[in-house]
Nanobody, 124 residues
């Protein structure tokens, strides 16, 4: 079992910044990847970014590349998503998730544990 708890969401004006955190506990492994997804009202959940515990390699969706940064603190078992230059279209519920093993880890089906989500609202 893996438990994931997100925090850090909120309301911010366009152009502002937020940092999301995801604290992981339970059976996690260095080969796992951790990802952030988001779901806007009326839309399907979409991939945002992912990072590997070991080595820290990252991958971003084109829509956030250059604005968002994913990072991890292995000692704290915590993954972060620094979101800068936020736009109204970034408004969504943001989910943290775990992908076991060494896959590409950009598709939902590759992830087996999910957090409860945290709301991010960007006003124009």
């Amino acid at each position: 079992q893996v438990q994931l708890v997100e925090s850090g969401g909120g309301l911010v004006q366009a152009g502002g910044s937020l940092r999301l955190s995801c604290a992981a506990s339970g059976r996690t492994f260095s080969s796992d990847a951790m990802g952030w997804f988001r779901q806007a009202p009326g839309k399907e959940r979409e991939f945002v970014a992912r990072i590997r515990w070991s080595g820290g390699s990252t991958y971003y969706a084109a829509s956030v590349k250059g604005r968002f940064t994913i990072s991890r603190d292995n000692a704290k078992n915590t993954v972060y998503l620094q979101m800068n230059s936020l736009k109204p279209e970034d408004t969504a519920v943001y989910y943290c998730a775990r992908a076991p093993g060494g896959g590409v880890a950009v598709r939902e089906y590759e992830y087996d544990y999910w957090g409860q989500g945290t709301q991010v609202t960007v006003s124009s």
